[in-house]
């Protein structure tokens, strides 16, 4: 649900041009098909998005839950994880997609292809590339540590003997799945700058950092700010990298509350238990959400 | 005049000499980025092209001693009990795909034409804040949408999973349809209602020749979506026959020695329809993320 797949669902939602709509009343007939056409899209919301949301809301209404899920010493280590993997992931994934979105604006004429090449882990499925990273880094016999032995002469570490390390590592897939997505978005975000500035600041003498200072970060920040939220809430829901790449070794020590609740619910049979362990990260996430909310309509405003 | 030209050309020399290390820098970065987005690509065809059961080791040479294609060719045979389902199962990723598709475009090409075309004031506010889905964490609606397929009889139903990867797929759509029929004018509506036509024609032989690049993203959109996705094929089929390819692949590590080479063969050819897409339509599959930031 909350895969960034459907990223392409809200930016361009969220950045389009608003259009104020004229309100000729509908009557008879016309309003009539109108309803009709809209009956089929609000059955299909309501029936499997709003009604199991609400169900969920109501299995994990039982306090008594909670009191359990705050005993098991699994939940506390699932909660930082997540905390982290949405806070530091998403500011590191954001950080870099902005540095490489003013690599690939620059205006030489292999920078093109490469950015075909580096669209690759966008356009691969989840799946085969999280998997691809489980055994690049498994054991002593995966690819990266038998590289570094044969290349380097060095020992690497044992990936997923470690929470905070496997969990590195999930970050880490997660990143080269997702960074091509963002840095498209800043590429699409520094196009639309005009040139002149950056003509004109050269002109005044202003270096590489002050324009990037004063051009780029006043008119990116917002887009950037933006863009951070909303991959932060989605990494939070994330289930994928972190099931397929380290699979919560050692010993769940590596789940996220996503992973976790789904260990609840189909592993040890206890959806209320699993479906509260989600909800009990809506006090940060809608927070989040309200402040994206925020900052969207503020962009609109300015536009 | 010769001294104007000499530190002329002394200013220019200056300044390649000032650029070089930036050039340098940014080959080197591209390099980095070449090694960074084709490591686990690489990685795979390593190991689906082992010749015995996967050896996942790197030996230290670029390119395996004696590659193989055996593992491509068991996966096409569906020469191993792992892989007995393969073509069924990668009909299933079609169908469940196809169907995905064509819901989404009829479903959200209505009710777009609804709130675009027709103006149905209230039916925005439901077409927005459905966005809002997105935002939920998945194991929020996945947990209740398992359970309540399993109590309505529909576990281990292909239908179930469309179900899911509709409800994914169209508040997006909804979403671009509008946009784009933002540069279809009005007037082509009014124009063939004057001649007669009920809404419902106007829908059908006007609004849907004209958005048909739109609904061609969209579906492509929805296809992809379907293709990929994997946590509701996961929890909701469990027979093998019923399996798509993503849930095929997830299998192998059910066991602790599974024939790896066969699983990352399965998974490469899992894969290709997809990129095939994506780098067919590229220009429609970006065009979208861009148009969004150039509006900013």
């Known amino acids: 649900m909350s895969s960034p797949q459907h990223a392409l669902a809200l930016v361009p939602g969220v950045l389009g041009r608003r259009r104020v709509p004229r309100h000729p009343h509908l009557h008879g007939a016309e309003l009539a098909w109108a309803v009709a056409f809209v009956v089929p899209y609000a059955t299909v919301i309501a029936a499997f998005a709003v009604y199991p949301i609400a169900y969920a809301v109501w299995l994990g209404g039982n306090p008594a839950l909670y009191a359990e899920l705050f005993s098991d010493p699994a939940y ?100 080269w799945k997702w960074l091509p997505f963002w840095t498209l978005i800043l590429v699409g975000g520094r196009m639309a700058i005009p040139q002149e500035l950056y003509e004109a600041a050269d002109i005044d003498g202003a270096g590489v950092v002050r324009r990037f200072l004063h051009i780029t970060v006043p008119l990116l920040g917002n887009l950037y700010l933006i863009c951070t939220a909303l991959a932060a809430i989605w990494i939070a829901g994330d289930f994928t990298a972190v099931e397929l790449v380290s699979n919560g070794a050692p010993a769940r020590a590596s789940d996220v509350l996503a992973t976790l609740s789904e260990h609840y619910a189909f592993d040890s049979g206890r959806p209320a238990l699993g479906v509260a362990a989600a909800l009990s990260a809506l006090p940060v996430l809608i927070p989040l959400v309200i402040v994206l909310m925020r900052r969207i309509e503020a962009r609109a405003v300015q536009l | ?32 980025l070449l090694c960074w987005s084709l490591l686990p ?77 027709m103006r149905l004031a209230k039916a925005r506010l439901l077409t927005n804040t459905a966005l809002l889905v997105y935002a939920v964490p998945a194991a929020l609606l996945a947990i209740p949408f398992v359970r309540l397929c399993q109590r309505y009889g529909l576990a281990d139903n292909v239908w179930a999973v469309v179900a899911a990867e509709v409800t994914f797929a169209i508040p997006f759509a909804v979403l671009v349809l509008q946009q784009y029929g933002t540069i279809i004018p009005l007037e082509f509506d009014e124009a063939a209602r004057i001649d007669g036509a009920s809404p419902f024609q106007v829908y059908w032989h006007v609004y849907l020749p004209l958005m048909a690049p739109a609904l061609a993203a969209v579906g492509t959109y929805a296809l992809l979506l379907a293709w990929g996705e994997y946590v509701y094929q996961y929890l909701l089929l469990s027979s093998p026959r019923n399996w798509t390819v ?6 192998f590590f059910d066991a602790d020695e599974a024939p790896w080479n066969y699983m990352m063969a399965l998974a490469i050819v899992y894969a290709l329809p997809p990129i095939a897409t994506f780098y067919a339509l590229r220009r429609y599959m970006t065009a979208g993320l861009t148009m969004g930031g150039i509006k900013g």
């Open chain 1, 76 to 175: 506390p280590v699932a909660m930082a994880n997540t905390a982290f993997f949405a806070g530091f992931g998403a500011n590191t994934m954001m950080f870099a997609a902005l540095l490489l979105s003013g690599f690939f604006t620059r205006r030489q004429r292999w920078v093109k292809p490469l950015l075909a090449v580096c669209l690759l882990p966008w356009a691969l499925p989840a799946i085969p590339a999280f998997v691809s990273f489980h055994w690049m880094l498994i054991g002593e016999y995966g690819f990266l540590n038998s590289a570094l032995w044969q290349l380097f002469g060095i020992d690497g570490p044992q990936w997923f003997n470690q929470g905070w390390l496997s969990l590195g590592c999930d970050i880490i897939a997660y990143v």
């Open chain 2, 1 to 32: 005049m010769t001294a104007v030209a000499a530190a002329r050309r002394r200013a220019a020399a200056r300044r390649r000499w000032r650029r070089w290390p930036v050039a340098l820098g940014s080959a080197l970065l591209g390099l980095a």
């Open chain 2, 41 to 117: 690509v690489y990685n795979m065809l390593l190991i689906a092209l082992d010749p015995d059961e996967g050896d996942v080791e790197f030996a230290g040479a670029i390119w395996p001693d004696e590659p193989s294609l055996n593992s491509f060719r068991a996966v096409l045979a569906q020469d191993h009990w792992y892989l007995e389902d393969f073509w069924r199962q990668f009909g299933n990723s079609f169908y469940i795909g196809l169907l995905t598709m064509a819901l989404t475009v009829a479903v959200a090409s209505l009710a777009s034409f609804a709130v675009g075309r």
């Open chain 2, 246 to 251: 993503a849930v095929a692949i997830e299998q």
